[in-house]
Every structure is written in C-alpha cells, then in structure tokens.
C-alpha cells in the first residue's frame, strides 16, 4: 500500500471538515467529534474507543506520541500525514503533540445501565458551560457514577472544551441524553431512584440520610437552577451550608462535593453491611 500523501494546505476538503468539527453542528452532521493531546488519545484507547482519522505531523511529534501512534494504528485508523502548518490550524492548543484524532460520537442507551442497587446517576439540567460540564463528567467518573443524564438543551459533550476538562472520562461514564424531561425522570424512577435535588436554599444540609439506595442527583442550570419541569419531579432536596457571605456555589464545585459526600455515605454503609 502506498504511503499517504502529505498535506499541506489548509483549504484540503479532509482539514476542512476536520476544522468544522470545532462547531457542534458539524460534529452532528459529520458524526464525529475531535480529540487532541497525547494523553486524551491514550485514555481514548484504553477505554476502548476506536479511531477514525488520525492526523500526524512528524516534525511535532513527541516521543510519547510516537508511541500513541502507533496504538492508533493498531486500532485500525486512518493516518494522514500533514504539514506543521495545517497542524497548527488543526489543533486548538499551542502545543498540540503532533497528533490528533476523530471518533465517531456517542452515546449510551438507557437498556445498557446495569444498576446495583446503591448507585449514583448525575443529571444534569440545561448546563451551558463547557467547563462546568467536562469537571461534572470527570468527577462522576472518579466517584464511580452509573451514568450521566444531559436534559436538552445542553451544552454538548463533545465540546472541546468539555472533552479535554473530562479528561478521558467522556470515554468512561455512560452518557445519556434527553429532550423529554417528564419521561426520562419517569423512567429513573421506574428504575428505582430517587430523585434529590440540589438548591442552595432548601432541603437537608450535605443530603444527611437522603443517600441510601439509588439516587439521581439533579443539578441545576448555572443561572436559573432547577428548571420548572424538573422541580415536580424531585422527591428530596439537598444543599450545602454555605456560613460565608457567598450567594451560593459554582455548580461543578457543588456537584463535586455532593458527588463525594454519596460516595462517603455509600462506604460508610458498605462497610456496616
């Protein structure tokens, strides 16, 4: 098999339609998003992620990206060489490793969630940052949550922003996403959990007995909080002190420190049990 051509000009229909990949509605329409940095590529792999397209610039590439690579070649990619140029116009970060990679998008089906019967779901409601959406992803993944629930509209996924501030775990959570909030919430219910609402003014502090058995715990949107048609859905509410003068939190911090006080409360029971 020949070797690929190298590319060197930005207006190349395959860098094109790489670049768009930046814009959520490419990334639907084409069915794939973008992934750089070496250890992203690396996490994308162990999680089992299959390449597409692998763009490569030789005169950048790293050591530990040299080893990447060849795992996504193993994986069966596509490489095309490119110049340090169209490199630079492809990758968002100064440094970019020499190496980026589509995958095709995803997202998990509610039949696939297996729940053991003191687990965690996060759903989320009508977030809009990027960031506060890639941390919320990390974190679950690090307590161990069953899956992530996006309530549309939602920042995507796919983001950027929200892939590299997941920093692998968009690979690792099941995520989920749904636009008819009275039959998704039906359905967790259907499932057995509870639905605890965090709200910086109401509900018990730090969710004390409110942990036990499975739990969704819904966060709400960073400047509206809960949205009308979740509310009624909500079976208990929890907040976190807050003695300063703050207002209230940041919704990736309070969700982290929620996130970790089920994780306490589920090892404190497992360890009674």
């Known amino acids: 098999m020949p070797a690929p051509i190298l590319i060197t000009s930005r207006q190349n229909p395959r860098i094109v339609a790489a670049r768009q990949l930046a814009e959520r509605k490419h990334r639907q329409q084409q069915g794939r998003f973008l992934v750089e940095g070496v250890k992203l590529l690396d996490l994308a792999l162990r999680a089992g992620a299959r390449p597409r397209v692998v763009f490569v610039c030789y005169q950048k590439l790293t050591p530990e990206a040299a080893g990447v690579l060849e795992h996504l070649q193993t994986a069966g990619a596509e490489l095309l060489p490119v110049s340090p140029a169209v490199m630079e116009a492809l990758a968002e970060r100064e440094a970019a490793e020499g190496l980026l990679a589509t995958f095709d998008l995803f997202e ?10 003191n687990d965690l779901v996060l759903l989320l409601d009508r977030l ?7 941390t919320l992803i990390r974190t679950a993944d690090a307590v161990g949550a069953a899956a992530v629930v996006l309530l549309e509209p939602c920042a995507d996924p796919f983001d950027p922003k929200v ?4 920093m692998g775990s968009i690979f690792h959570v099941p995520l989920l996403r749904a636009s008819d ?5 039906a359905a967790l219910h259907g499932r057995g959990l509870r639905i605890a609402g965090a709200d910086a003014h109401r509900g018990v502090d730090w969710g004390d007995g409110l942990w036990s058995g499975p739990v969704a715990l819904v966060l709400g949107n960073e400047a509206r909080g809960l949205s009308p048609d979740v509310i009624p859905h909500v079976d208990a509410w929890v907040r976190l002190p807050i003695p300063g003068q703050a207002e209230s939190l940041n919704v990736a911090v309070a969700g982290g420190v929620l996130m970790y006080t089920w994780l306490r409360e589920k090892k404190c029971v497992t360890r009674n049990t």
């Not at 089906?109 to 053991?116: A, G, I, Q, V, Y």
């Not at 892939?163 to 997941?166: E, K, L, P, T, Y």
């Open 163 to 166: 892939v590299r501030g997941s």
């Open 128 to 134: 809009q940052d990027p960031g506060n959406l890639g």
């Open 108 to 117: 998990a089906s509610p039949d696939e969630l297996r729940f053991s019967g």
């Open 181 to 185: 909030v009275a039959a998704a919430l």
